[in-house]
């Protein structure tokens, strides 16, 4: 009945809000404690929402992608253990390509400023929520394709 675009939407917005919210309130607290870094701090908070949503569009997707239970393997279990390296290595990399990709606006628009940051963390900040906004078809896509049925017990 739903859209898999409106399931894939729904599985991220739990997590991005209350891990959010846990982060913005620690930002505040900081806010608070340090006059000096407000605006910095108010910067950083801008880049919550778009760079939560990403980091957990990115982990459905993956786990969508390579379905993995959790298992507790026995000593000596290299095969399970080099799986599980594998694929938070190609996650890492993957965050690690969208923050760079998220940058080159950002200093795009530093450069042409001028040398002023609000235009770099402008231009950053867009394009980091481009990047959140498409990783939503990517996730609803792993979505249609998942197959419960397929999942062998071990």
Sequence with gaps: PLHSSAIAAGELITPVV????VQLALLG????????????????????VPFNFLLFGLENLFFLLFPTRTLHPTPGDFQSFGRQMVVMIAKMVLLGLCAGVAALPGLLAYWLSGWRWPAFALGSWLALVLQAIAVVPFVAWAYRRFDVSMDTPV
Excluded: Y
């Design 18 to 21: 209350i891990t959010s919210a």
């Design 29 to 48: 607290a900081m806010a608070g404690f340090v006059a000096e870094a407000r605006l910095e701090v108010a910067v950083a908070a801008a880049f919550v």
